[in-house]
């Protein structure tokens, strides 16, 4: 287990497993897929009573199963007066998790996610600020209580456009995004982001070492040989002493895993 993992007891394992399940011939498919899907203009979609406009190459949260998981996870936790959903693409995962008297801020990279967020947040009748920003870089300054990010997942090359919402190469946006996170962060603030076994592995769990983090929901679909997890991790200097026992385990790659 690695050293800085909280044991709990959700839904799937208490920890990232290994080995890390490698993608497969299915995996590579559902990608496909899903590329194709988001290349599309796609009509005006309702989802869990929200209604979102989607242009091409914006993630699909009704496609992609990433953002719903992380809604539900989180739905029920207190996420302070200052939210930030980073990378929002549509703004799904913030406009879902929206509490009245909450100062939240929608960040993306693409004109086209941004004007798709300003879009769906005016049909929701919700005020927030959208700010175009490369991970952190249009918001210096700014300090959150939570931070929700559904990253690119897929650890493989980008070949089309579409491919830019899903797929994150060596984990170059992983990484940056995990080094950047305690500057953006109120005390006792929190990050809650997807990983998967699509990630570089190497990258995720380097970058964790400075957080404590858990689990807090785990998913697996057989169909796409896909592991998700939803996490919930604070910097280790900037979270003060809370009085939770951590596991201290020292967590070590194998060379089948570097």
């Known amino acids: 287990m690695h050293e800085n993992s909280k044991e709990i007891d959700a839904v799937g394992s208490p920890d990232f497993p290994a ?91 693409s004109d086209a996610a941004l004007a798709s967020a300003a879009e769906n947040l005016h049909r929701m009748k919700i005020t927030a600020e959208v700010v175009s920003s490369d991970l952190f870089s249009g918001l210096q300054g700014r300090l959150f209580d939570t931070i929700f990010f559904n990253p690119p997942l897929f650890d493989k090359a980008i070949d089309h456009e579409a491919e830019i919402a899903l797929c994150d190469p060596d984990g170059e946006l992983l990484g940056r995004f995990l080094a950047d996170v305690p500057d953006y962060l109120n005390p006792d ?59 201290v385990n020292i967590y070590e790659l194998s060379d089948e895993e570097m």
Not at 34 to 50: D, E, F, R, T, Y
Not at 218 to 230: I, L, M, P, T
Request: hydrophobic residues 40%.
């Open 19 to 109: 080995p890390w399940i490698k993608p497969s011939a299915k995996t590579f498919s559902s990608h496909a897929q899903h590329v194709a899907c988001l290349a599309k203009p796609q009509p005006v979609a309702s989802i869990n009573g929200i209604t979102l406009f989607l242009p091409p190459n914006v993630y699909h949260p009704g496609v992609g199963l990433s953002s719903s998981f992380l809604v539900e996870a989180v739905s029920n936790k207190l996420l302070g007066a200052s939210v930030l959903d980073l990378g929002c693409g549509s703004g799904y995962v913030g406009i879902s998790l929206y509490r009245p008297g909450m100062e939240l801020t929608l960040a993306d990279i």
């Open 189 to 247: 603030g929190k990050v809650y982001f997807m990983a998967s076994n699509l990630m570089n592995r190497r990258v995720l769990l380097h970058g964790l070492k400075e957080y404590q983090y858990e689990i807090v929901s785990s998913s697996h679909c057989a169909q796409s040989d896909v592991s998700r997890w939803v996490v919930c991790a604070s910097p280790i200097r900037c979270k003060k002493t809370t009085g939770i026992a951590h596991h």
